[in-house]
């Protein structure tokens, strides 16, 4: 098996230095497959032979489909000396059929999979299946099938439809304030890969939308940013759906929703060597954004939380009055790798400024891989903090939330108390938690740290 790409990536372990935006990329790209064809990968579906593409973390294909539901034949070429495969999420289900280097299995479609040779986390496969996006009537900027674009940042106003074609490939930034009525849609590429080192973060945010209102995202693939990828920023009415983030660099967050309200992230996929949702309330794209969150629903997706930062955060930035009503329902993690920064876990609230958090709902929520801590909620003063007291944390809803492989993390609930200052979260409500098989009736089952926290109720 080639082991180049895996060896260099593991050489060097990442490290956060802040940098400036760039004003433009580091090179150009000349053609699609300067992305970089997978060395180890072949994909067909339905017969027909899938573009696999490859960067120094992972391989993937973003083949389209037309029709939800109907099964599709898929066939993966793999290196003939693999001993091990195993196909994600397992929830799913699919058994596979393996005739020496060919992997031969059915799948509905829309159904995105991972495949994992020889339990290497360097270097698997997402078939990351996309609903066919139609060309709108009216569009502002078009980008087509097979052509590569340089778009430095695009500035979109009010009612602009940004249309990226299947086959497309994107390299820049979309930028917005003021604008409302935005499409951003398509089955193409949005790039970010060029515009910093392959193992070093950048400072440019792929799709940042500011102060705007009915703002759909829908159907693209946000590639290798160098920081955050998609931000809506005090924006209200969002709709985010069957996108792909495939993120690689620290502080390569997937999905920051900052200040905003009525947002709704559905059917997506999010690879991030960060957080892979993280909802805040900050400043650093605009002053607006340090506004309440309310209302924001994530639901049916899939995430990989690869070694920095959380799966579901909420945090750190908390510098609003209220983040509320917010629901995680119906999702999975295939894996929340191991950071050993004191901060990575899979459903996460690091109340680091003023914020009262609450009404905070997890449900149906399957995770198959935490290597690190498996709830950590804190309230806290941290190195992202600006206001200068602590805000409080409560009623925080865990529901049906199963673990089912992988080792027994941790989980961490801490309040904050200085001289003048006490903050203690309360009121944690649990219900039908499993881990490896075994159903959690109290704080101690859950090997769960409990520190200046008060009211831990389990049922079911």
């Not at 992305?35 to 032979?49: M, N, T």
């Not at 990828?229 to 209200?236: G, I, K, R, S």
Request: hydrophobic share 35%; aromatic share 8%.
């Amino acid at each position: 098996m080639e082991n180049s790409v895996r060896k260099k990536a593991a050489a060097k372990k990442q490290e956060y230095i802040p940098r400036p935006v760039r004003e433009s990329p580091l090179y150009e790209l000349k053609s699609v497959s300067d992305l970089g064809i997978s060395s180890l990968y072949g994909v067909r579906i339905d017969g027909k032979e899938v573009e696999v593409f490859q960067n120094e973390f992972f391989h993937f294909a973003i083949p389209v489909y037309e029709k939800k539901g109907r099964e599709r034949e898929v066939e993966v070429t793999i290196p003939d000396d693999v001993k091990s495969v195993r196909l994600r999420p397992a929830s799913a289900g699919i058994s596979f059929e393996r005739d020496g280097s060919v992997l031969k299995f059915r799948v509905p479609a829309g159904l995105r999979v991972i495949v994992e040779i020889d339990g290497d986390l360097l270097c698997p496969l997402y078939i990351l299946q996309s609903e066919r996006v139609e060309k709108p009537e009216k569009v502002s900027y078009e980008f087509q099938k097979g052509k590569v674009y340089h778009i430095g940042t695009l500035e979109l106003k009010t009612g602009d439809v940004v249309y990226i074609e299947e086959g497309a490939v994107v390299s820049g930034m979309i930028r917005s304030r003021m604008a409302d009525h935005i499409r951003i849609i398509g089955n193409g590429i949005l790039y970010g890969g060029n515009w910093h080192e392959w193992n070093e973060n950048g400072a440019e945010q792929m799709l940042v939308t500011v102060l705007g209102k009915d703002i759909e995202v829908r159907g693209i693939t946000l590639l290798d940013g160098g920081s955050w990828h998609l931000v809506p920023t005090a924006c209200e009415d969002v709709r985010i759906e069957d996108i792909n983030i495939l993120g690689k660099v620290i502080t390569g967050d997937g999905i920051d929703i900052v200040g905003s309200r009525n947002v709704t992230v559905r059917n997506s996929f999010v690879r991030a060597n960060d957080d892979c949702i993280s909802i805040k309330a900050e400043e650093f794209q605009d002053p607006s954004g340090c506004a309440d969150v309310r209302h924001i629903l994530v639901e049916d997706c899939l995430f990989w939380n690869a070694e920095f930062g959380n799966a579901l955060e909420i945090g750190y930035e908390t510098r609003c009055d209220e983040i509320s009503d917010v629901v995680f329902r119906n999702c999975e993690i295939v894996h929340c790798e191991y950071e050993g920064n004191q901060s990575g876990g899979v459903l996460t609230i690091h109340n680091a400024d003023r914020a009262f958090v609450h009404d905070i709902h997890y449900e149906n929520i399957r995770i198959e891989d935490a290597q690190e801590k498996f709830i950590d909620i804190k309230t806290l003063d941290s190195k992202y903090s600006r206001d200068r007291v602590r805000g409080m944390v409560s009623d925080i809803h865990f529901k049906n939330i199963e673990i089912t492989e992988g080792v027994f993390p941790v989980s961490i609930v801490r309040g904050f108390e200085m001289k003048q200052e006490l903050c203690r979260p309360h009121d944690f409500y649990f219900e039908n938690i499993v881990i490896h098989g075994k159903k959690i009736t109290g704080v101690n089952e859950m090997r769960m740290v409990k520190e200046l926290s008060d009211g831990f109720h389990f049922c079911g």
